[in-house]
């Protein structure tokens, strides 16, 4: 068995975490798993359960899973856990934990993801891992790790940080505050900058700078923020090294959560995660998220924009019911909270249609014991299957047959339009939150994606790096813009691009502070416009609506921005009558503005007219969409680059109900031949660039055209 190769799309499970599953089924279950047609199991290594005293390992249980992935054909993916430290270590090595704001240590509790001892229930684990001698004691463990499995017939590779994010109120021990100094003297060279930049001016020594433990909208707190997210990823890449010291072979890779919408500032950076790994993933529980056809499409697309273009999974699936959690008490008992087998189905096509090119399930059986009994298992309590693991052995044999070989290969196409992801105005944004203000920057992101969404109007997440890679961007709550981000976006315009951006952009620049000149940052110049005055009053952005030459009345929220044009024209305008949006050409480019977000309208209110809105935008730009369905319902994806020339459309049904509908392509596709079906049925017509479908409840219909 060749570690490095693996199935087309590997497919698979977490199964074992100390205590659970019970030893008596082990083999039953790997037997089972090979007669479905699963290739690989993620165990968890737990640190924790496995130096049971300095220096004494017990490996016993991991090598009977080893064993029994050899004797199966199920590949190992080991998930390193050192989060879950010794219970010897808390006991006599005290003075290496995680120290919070408020001066306590991490305490040692029960896991609810695995139900034993050892852990934070933080990402970031027990243990500081600044000082050295952390780092010495956690590395001798994973030295032992790798040294004793990655020559094992069933190993696959390594899955580094669980969901690597991290909680935000840790970070203040003696070894992270002298880290975060340095970090400080690299980036300001001399305590006196420092000092005036934070606007502490009596720093007389480098010992005198602590991290802020009370957060807000301030230089020192932004700071901490950004160290805390370098500093934690660096941590990451320690782990990674020391592992690819050891073993140059098997593969190195790591799941986040697709949250870097909304966790950024709390290390959710997924562009950062993945480019540290050989492949990259994200766990998402539509339990736990809401079954909103749009929040998985999202989720999956950024984890592939991050992805780079590696070979990305859905890490982790839910299989089945989610019982006791507070996310889902309160929710409709059909809102995936018991989870049917075309529930399974249509999460698999959703994440394979997107580009996901493997999927693991959470849990191949339940825990039986702990918060999270019950949840999560693809297959019975007892291990035996059901109609959910049917489906699921259905779409692992489908997708790893020979013929189905060009469909993998291909990937999604370039969408219509890019959203651009601005970090340091979700930071920012972060930090307003703690001062009691809302996710706006969340709201925002997601509210635009919607937009776009809900008019099949393909959208594709896009950090400023990467901008020269699209023609057309749409820009969402840009309050706050570094000057490098807005240089970017300036000289992006002037080179072509068409860029749409909601209002007040870059209205705080660097360290946060808000510019006198509005728009800021130069901005004023590329847009043509003046601030001619702003409201930031978002408990009444509600209220906010105004008016372009095609629709009546779209929704605002948040702030309101108006303008005096310099150079640009009216585009729009507030019920009274103050200028709302403008349009201009800039060097070779054009930008359009509008002065408030209609992205958090729509997120907040799904109304028809802002929903025309992100159409009537995308028509502005010139823009024209690759594929349109009669039906709002239906979700397309085009994929190609198969190395065949082909093209394939997924046509995906996540509603109740049976769906027939015409999709028709733009006029650059030229006539359709006969699609030729890799998934469902097709019996349809094609006339010219259209076709007529028609498609399953929960299902989908996947074509070759």
Not at 360 to 384: E, K, N, Q, T, V
Not at 600 to 619: G, P
Request: with cysteine.
């Amino acid at each position: 068995m060749d570690s490095r190769t693996a199935p087309l799309i590997p497919f698979g499970a977490v199964y074992f975490r100390k205590s659970n599953p019970p030893s008596e089924d082990w083999e039953r279950d790997y037997a089972q798993a090979a007669k479905d047609g699963m290739s690989l199991f993620r165990h968890w290594f737990l640190w924790g359960n496995i130096e049971v005293a300095p220096g004494q390992f017990d490996w016993s249980d991991y090598d009977t899973h080893m064993d029994l992935g050899a004797k199966y054909g199920i590949r190992t993916v080991i998930a390193e856990h050192i989060t879950f430290t010794p219970e010897w270590l808390h006991r006599s090595h005290g003075h290496l934990l995680q120290i919070r704001a408020d001066g306590s240590r991490s305490a040692n509790v029960m896991n609810g993801s695995s139900a034993t001892g050892g852990s934070s229930n933080g990402a970031a684990g027990s243990l500081d891992f600044n000082f050295a001698e952390a780092r010495e004691y956690a590395g001798r463990f994973l030295k032992e790790l790798v040294n004793r499995y990655k020559d094992h017939p069933a190993m696959y590779g390594y899955d580094v940080w669980n969901e690597c994010n991290y909680p935000g109120n840790v970070g203040y021990s003696t070894a992270t505050q002298h880290k975060f100094r340095g970090w400080l003297q690299h980036k300001y060279k001399d305590l006196k900058t420092l000092g005036r930049v934070w606007r502490r001016y009596s720093f007389a020594e480098w010992e005198d700078v602590m991290a802020p433990t009370v957060m807000g909208p301030y230089p020192e707190c932004l700071d901490w923020l950004q160290f805390k997210k370098d500093n934690f990823y660096e941590l990451m890449q320690w782990r990674i090294d020391l592992i690819r010291s050891l073993d140059t072979k098997n593969k190195i890779t790591a799941h986040g959560t697709a949250a870097s919408l909304n966790n950024m500032a709390r290390g959710s950076d997924d562009w950062l995660a993945s480019s540290k790994v050989e492949s990259y993933g994200f766990t998402w529980v539509t339990a736990r998220k809401g079954s909103d056809p749009w929040k998985q499409a999202s989720a999956v697309d950024l984890v592939r924009a991050a992805s780079r273009g590696k070979t990305f999974w859905h890490s982790e699936m839910q299989g089945g019911p989610l019982w006791l959690q507070p996310e889902v008490i309160g929710g409709a008992k059909d809102d995936c909270r018991i989870a049917k087998p075309e529930d399974v189905r249509i999460w698999n096509l959703i994440s394979l249609a997107r580009g996901a090119r493997g999927v693991m399930y959470l849990r191949w059986r339940s825990l039986l014991d702990g918060p999270l009994f019950g949840a999560f298992g693809l297959y019975g309590m007892d291990g035996l299957p059901n109609p959910r693991s049917a489906a699921a052995a259905q779409i692992a044999a489908w997708a790893n047959a020979p013929e189905q070989a060009g469909l993998f290969r291909s990937a999604p196409v370039q969408g219509d339009v890019g959203i651009i992801v601005v970090p340091e105005s979700q930071l920012f944004n972060e930090l307003m939150e703690q001062a009691g203000q809302g996710q706006f920057y969340t709201k925002c992101a997601w509210g635009a994606y919607r937009g776009f969404f809900d008019n099949h109007i393909r959208a594709d997440w896009v950090l400023l790096d990467h901008i020269d890679e699209y023609k057309v961007l749409y820009l969402p709550y840009p309050i706050m813009l570094n000057p490098e981000s807005a240089g970017k976006l300036r000289q992006w315009v002037y080179d072509g691009g068409t860029l749409i951006s909601e209002g007040c952009p870059a209205y705080f620049g660097e360290h946060g502070r808000a510019g006198v000149v509005q728009p800021n940052l130069g901005l004023a110049e590329m847009i043509g416009v003046l601030e001619e005055d702003v409201e930031f009053m978002p408990d009444l952005g509600e209220h906010i609506s105004f008016h372009t030459a095609l629709q009546n009345r779209v929704r605002g929220g948040l702030f309101l921005q108006s303008y005096r044009l310099t150079q640009g024209k009216a585009w729009a305008r507030y019920t009274d009558g103050r200028i709302a949006g403008a349009e201009h050409t800039y060097g070779a480019g054009r930008t359009l503005l509008v002065g408030t977000f209609p992205s958090e309208a729509y997120y907040r209110e799904q109304d028809a007219n802002t929903l025309a809105f992100f159409k009537e935008v995308v028509a502005w730009s010139g823009a024209k969409p690759l594929v349109q369905a009669s039906d709002p319902k239906l979700q397309l994806v085009v994929s190609g680059g198969d190395g065949n020339g082909s093209r394939y459309l997924w046509a995906l049904n996540p509603s109740v109900n049976n769906i027939a509908a015409t999709v028709a392509f733009n006029d650059s596709c030229g006539p359709l031949p006969v699609p030729e079906a890799h998934w469902g049925e097709w019996s349809g017509d094609v006339n010219g660039s259209s076709l007529t479908i028609a498609v399953p409840a929960k299902d989908a219909v996947v074509l070759r055209i």
